[in-house]
């Protein structure tokens, strides 16, 4: 058994659905297929949940009519006989609608999940009916059967036994009796009470990684449309190369350090199973791509990190207390508070200075929370560099131009806190 995750990107329009469908059938075992929501979509349904909680009724309606279009049309471009498809779209689109009707009395991450969730139901509906015109011997399956979660909204935490027992059900009885490939949704999931949950964005790799783990796949595969997992952003850096080998530790290191190449909660459930992640490219299946598993990767090149927008904040005790001990569990509770996470911090005796992605919304209330305590003083704009299996050469070449404003280093890591020199 395969598992195969299609993000946004692998079904932007009707082109490269078929260029999608085309990788899904070749496959000569049993393959289960995750698909995210098409190209922006989900952006755009979260501008129908603002309009929504905003009490836009109007414009919500309008922004979701506009995503209902997209799709319609899409199933037009798609298909040969596209009735069907979009009869099967309908009742999402309805479900969404009446919901919009409302008016909203529970949390803004409660509609969110509700209105959001409906983006993979449509692109993988478009897909399942693709494959069927392939003649595939497909199944489609409404992931929130399957995945349970708790009902913390937008970030819903997988509840592993009941997921596993469903899967048993719904996907190994499938395989067993004969289906070649399943589709279903990846970054949803759904309560014990039938809500619709989301597993925080991008998370459609972490679903691959539950559904690999529990039905125990030979591999995964992450259909992207870059050539494999690159030392650098290529767009910014030109001299960056392809990694055709990654173990799972150095993965979670580099997502860790804000690299985008997989969600960072993909890579647990697969290192937990020793199961192989391939990370290959749907524009030209036939490159190598990159391959991460357990085993030593040997010499890496240098993986260049950039971190645009952030912002330092210099927290000193008033006091002269020392800042360890109950001062920084105070901080720790602002940071829990304001849900920020410290991208580099340092101490020195009475003070402690972070570095965070800078949500200035965010940023300043936590600068005023603390305030009370301690002398707050927030930099900005900042950008945080990262270098693993870094050399000085390197290090000295990216932050020229910069004043570095704060430095640390471990034998395979730097990280750079930078200001812009103004000339
Ligand atoms: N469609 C969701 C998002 O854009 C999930 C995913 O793509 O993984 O965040
Ligand atoms: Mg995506």
């Known amino acids: 058994m395969l598992v195969y995750k299609f993000g946004g990107a692998s079904i932007q329009n009707a082109e490269r659905f078929k260029n999608a469908a085309q990788i899904m059938v070749q496959v000569k075992e049993p393959l289960l297929v995750v698909i995210s929501a098409m190209d922006k979509t989900t952006n755009a349904l979260e501008k129908v949940a603002e309009a929504f909680f905003n009490g836009d009724k109007d414009l919500a309606l ?4 506009l995503i209902k279009q997209s799709h319609i049309q899409l199933a037009g471009a798609l298909l040969q006989s596209p009735q069907k ?27 969110y999940d509700q209105i959001v969730c409906c983006g993979e139901l449509l692109s993988t509906t ?30 819903a935490v997988v509840d592993w036994q009941y997921t596993n027992t469903r899967i048993q059900q719904a996907v190994m009885s499938r395989f067993q ?9 990846g970054f949803i999931g759904a309560t014990d009470e039938n809500e619709s949950t989301t597993l925080g964005r991008e998370g459609s790799d972490y679903t691959a990684a539950v559904f690999a783990h529990l039905i125990q796949a030979a591999s995964v595969t992450i259909w992207k449309d870059v050539e494999a997992v690159m030392s650098a952003d290529p767009r910014l850096y030109p001299d960056s190369v392809a990694i055709p080998h990654l173990n799972y530790l150095e993965v979670i290191e580099m997502a860790y350090y804000g690299a ?56 000193q005790s008033r006091d002269f207390s020392f800042v360890e001990g109950a001062p920084a569990h105070l901080l720790r ?13 340092q101490h020195t005796a009475i003070s402690l200075l972070c570095c965070f992605d800078d949500h200035p919304q965010k940023i300043d209330a936590l600068a005023s929370m603390a305030a009370t305590t301690f002398d707050v003083t927030v930099q900005r704009p900042l950008k945080l560099l990262t270098i693993r299996h870094y050399n000085q050469e390197l290090l000295q070449q990216l932050t020229e131009g910069y004043k570095i404003i704060v430095e640390q280093r471990t034998t395979d890591t730097v990280q750079c806190v930078l200001a812009e020199i103004n000339r």
């Open 62 to 65: 309008e922004r979701f009519n």
């Open 85 to 111: 498809a979009v009869d099967a779209l309908h009742p999402f689109f309805t479900e969404v609608e009446w919901l919009l009707h409302d008016t909203p009395v529970r949390s803004y991450d409660y509609y």
């Open 126 to 155: 478009l897909m399942y009916h693709y494959a069927l015109e392939l003649n595939a011997s497909t199944v489609w399956l409404d992931v929130r059967d399957i995945i349970r979660t708790d009902n913390t909204f937008r970030d």
């Open 177 to 185: 009796s004969g289906t070649g490939i399943i589709i279903t949704q």
């Open 260 to 315: 985008q190449v997989i969600h960072p909660k993909t890579i647990k459930p697969l290192q937990n199973k020793n199961i192989p992640l391939l990370v290959k490219c749907f524009l030209n299946p036939t490159l190598p791509g990159t391959r991460i598993d357990a085993t030593h990767p040997g010499k890496l090149p240098p993986v260049i990190i950039h971190k645009n927008h952030q912002a330092l904040v210099h927290f």
């Open 333 to 345: 509770e602002y940071f829990e508070l304001q849900k920020v996470k410290s991208n580099l911090a």
